[in-house]
């Protein structure tokens, strides 16, 4: 497998595009992106009780059709808790890109994500829509483009892409996410959306897919809040001509294996970008009894405030950790764990063996000045482990989310 | 029942005090409360797997014995994650309490807050018990010190007193706290110490002491961590020559309500005293099915970091708090319940029965300017209902906690 160039659009006959149509002030604010041929479609949904209306829509597509051509995504506009009239307005998008481009309702998924609690501006979005479709393009740029568009509060786009073989043909999975940002801040949404050449059944497809998302974006905290939008999407459209995989054989490994990795990329994308994160944080729980009790510590250390906080002040609180360790919900013996910080600086040894030392608070300093750091944790409990991201909390990620929204 | 001036050396035969012996540089670090009689002695102690040595003592202490006539507490370091040496130090606070109090080691519970990791300064901690105990004071002046004793970066004492009459005897309840606050910033630690001369059986001393916490204590939140070093204990010596409740009577009840009121009084005195917080923030779930669910909805309304900012930010955010009762892990129907925010300056709806009200928000602004503010949502599945207390979390959180130890 080889990262290349691009996002959405290097698999083979995907189109994408994003503009500006009006719903925020001046950036890109909705998104387009088309198979040319029906494509097998899988999706991994919000586990909150409050679901936005696109996220409602979507699962029942995934469940009932199994297929889909086109997905468009406004910004700027959550379309969360707006009732029956949400419902409607998402059937309208649907609709509107069905109409545009020759297809029906149903083979449209919908996205939307920004302000929650407001009505969509739906006759802008609809002649937008219209607007776009002559524009989506199979370039790099249209796929780049389409990932500015679907940006909330995010600085920088998300998108990979990577290829690999599979019966001597070339598969690619290509892929654009958004993160926690904030439109007038209300909701923080993440949202990922693959596409994929590869032949593969909807089941598999959706296996791979839900796997994999354990191991990535359901493995990154920016401020432990789920929200009502969250989702991520894979359109397999199968030119790419493989045999179609049909069971778990040696293909559907690799095939899962790439789409691991472009999932973990991006989701760690997504937390290099969380609102005023100045650290991207790895835990990595090793020697853990079971692979559960791995992850619910890693997410717990990453989860606390107090935690963050200490990591954005570069201060070696090891204390922190092993208190959120404690209040993780799953035994651990605190008494046997080892800790240490990795950075490109170096790496230094906390505690060992349940033994606190006396380490070099300066080396310690130099190794947490760094942006990326390592926290291994050692349990010496048995062979799991587990691997999870995330980031510090600053001054910045208060003043973002407690400005006013007018 | 009425509130009375002082604290807990209110109850008769109590005594109390405060001192600084050099543990932290300037403000008083030890703190000792003294029972001329026995007394039967109940707790609650954190739930996290990584408990500090003291708390571990008083644990045996209240299962084994359910007596104990001394409490020593001292400030500015947890004695947490000390392994072997913590359990000898924590055991040599008590024995030199004892020794100088004429008591066994078994009658006194030990209480640490502050750093953790780092040894206890031992000799000097039993120099300052040998020097304070002569110091012990039946005033309210004495109890007042005791409260100063255990502070951290609290920045008020918190203590309260109240009496009420059973079997036409006086009886009273003190009590004094301290909140999350940090020496070079390690361990939120929550420390709560109740005496009253009430005579009553060890078990409905637990049990009412067990039962209140669920409604004080455990519906408080100011960062979501839960220390190492958390507990609350009350100490009955009997002194108020009620006859000796020994079933769940109206006596009971009638206690059970004031120890209610001291333990809520205390929790939101340490929410309000949280750490960088400018607002104490109040939600009640009202109407829902089960107290369970009322109590998981506020619960994580209140320590989610996006309602928390937008408080700060006095941005009547309400997506929010729908977002965080969404995540919650316990069902309600969205499409069904209210929301209003009220303070001294007035009241608003924001959500009426899922519909979303196009509010005042020149109103909602000048409601949320105030320093108390009450978040009423209304769920109209039934007759129960919940109240938690928690704060906003301001850029000073962000400094209290990312400086520097050291």
Known sequence: MQIVQGGVTVPLGFQAIGDHIGIKKKRKDLSLLYSKTPAQVAGVFTTNVVKAAPVIWNQQIVKKYEKAQAVVINSGNANACTGKQGVVDTEKMAETTAYSLGLQPKDVLVASTGVIGTFLPIEKICTGIKNIVPMLSDSLDGGSKAAEGIMTTDTFIKEIAVEFSIDNQIVHIGGMAKGSGMIHPNMATMLSFITTDISISQTLLQKALKETVEDSYHMISVDGDTSTN??????ANGLANNIGIQEENEAYFKFKQALQYVNIYLAKQIVKDGEGATKLLEVQIQQAKTKQQ??????SILTSNLVKTAFFGEDANWGRILAAM????????????????????????????GKVLNFNEQKAKEILKEE???IHIFLYEGK???????????YDYVKINGSYRT
Chains 1, 2 share one sequence.
Do not use: H, R
Not at 384 to 394: H, I, M, Q, V
């Open 230 to 235: 969250d989702m991520v999407l894979v359109l």
């Open 294 to 299: 791995a992850k619910q510590l890693a997410m």
């Open 326 to 353: 404690g209040y993780s919900g799953v035994p651990f013996n605190p008494s046997k764990i080892s800790i240490n910080f990795t950075s490109k600086e170096g790496s230094i040894w906390l505690m060992k063996q």
């Open 372 to 374: 990326e750091i390592q």
């Open 384 to 394: 799991e482990k587990a691997t999870a991201w995330g980031c510090d909390l600053s």
